[in-house]
């Protein structure tokens, strides 16, 4: 689908705007490095490591035991954001750049972060459930360690993507690519073989992320709004910040400039007075619904904001 901008000015424009993905990985990353500050501060300290864990990591993590549950229910969403080896980062990290990017691109940016929480959100139940539902796991559940991880949000993204465009090629060099389907099922394949082992938690875990990502799209494609109220949320704390005054001010901003500046102009022609302000409007509805759900005249008022260099 081509845009009409180039890419030099579609990237100028865009890069202001706020990102989903790289939200959630720079959270991931500072959630990374403090856990570690204070792992390096329990080492150097001359503390046990097995202090570290029961002191302050594990009360971050999902713990399999219902009792342990209930002092810190907060888990649910911490856990996702954890990660204690450098390897399970970085690894974490990559796919939701992939996957996160790629869905992003085709649908905007707006659900990102709701599919993400509630893939994490509906893997901690999961976990939950199957290590205190079979008892071959409850007599054993001493042995089993918390979840940690965004692996089930980042499943929940990742079947998002797929299930958007399954046909999406990654890899291009192997032969015209990998369909995306076909990568998705190999990592569903890898968790359900888990089940199998003292690690079913997490197998099933991660598939319920993913069937919560399914879940998601198909029902943003019957105009259900799932995420509507996490931004809502957002928007309300965000007006919590900003006097109202100074909104009044910015709209009737916003109106002068857009609507009613148009001294030099000829009568009678259409012509667009470019503003920032509409600019960073119409790279919002980008984000939120994607290049697609833009009208023409939107599309030729960003290429004139291209091309006046905004």
Not at 59 to 65: E, F, K, R, S
Not at 92 to 107: E, K, R, S, V, Y
Not at 265 to 275: A, C, G, I, L
Request: aromatic share 12%; with cysteine; proline share 3%.
């Amino acid at each position: 689908m081509s845009t009409g901008l180039s890419g030099r000015g579609f990237s100028k424009l865009s890069a202001k705007r706020q990102n989903a993905v790289f939200v959630l990985m720079v959270i991931c990353a500072l959630a990374f490095v403090l856990i570690n500050f204070i792992k390096i501060s329990y080492f150097l300290g001359g503390l046990n490591m097995e202090a570290y864990r029961s002191n302050f990591l594990n009360w971050l993590l999902v713990p399999p035991g219902l009792s342990q549950l209930v002092e810190r229910p907060w888990s649910f969403i911490t856990y996702m954001f954890v990660h204690d080896g450098v390897w399970h980062m970085i690894s974490n990290m990559l796919w939701l750049w992939a996957f996160g990017f790629i869905l992003q691109d085709l649908t905007g940016s707006r659900d990102i972060v709701p599919i993400f929480l509630y893939g994490g959100l509906v893997g901690a139940l999961a976990f939950v459930l199957t290590v205190n539902g079979f008892a071959v796991l409850r007599n054993n559940i001493a042995g089993i360690a918390p979840m940690m991880g965004a692996g089930s949000a980042i499943m929940a993204v990742a079947v998002a993507t797929t299930v958007v465009s399954p046909g999406y090629r990654i890899f291009p060099m192997l032969h015209g690519g990998i369909p995306l389907w076909v990568l998705t099922l190999v990592f569903a394949a890898i968790d359900f073989a888990t089940i199998a082992s003292a690690g079913a938690g997490i197998g099933v875990a991660h598939l319920a992320g993913g069937l919560m990502g399914f879940l998601y799209i198909k029902a943003m494609d019957r105009g259900a709004d799932w995420g509507g109220w996490m931004h809502r949320t957002n928007k309300w704390i965000g007006d919590l910040f900003e006097p109202s005054k100074e909104k009044e001010k910015q709209a009737a901003r916003i109106r002068q400039e857009v609507f009613y500046e148009t001294r030099g102009q000829q009568p009678f022609k259409k012509s667009y007075n470019v503003t920032q302000q509409r600019v960073d409007e119409l790279l919002d509805k980008i984000n939120q619904k994607g290049y697609s759900y833009l009208t023409d005249e939107e599309k030729e008022y960003l290429r004139r904001a291209s091309s006046e260099g905004l």
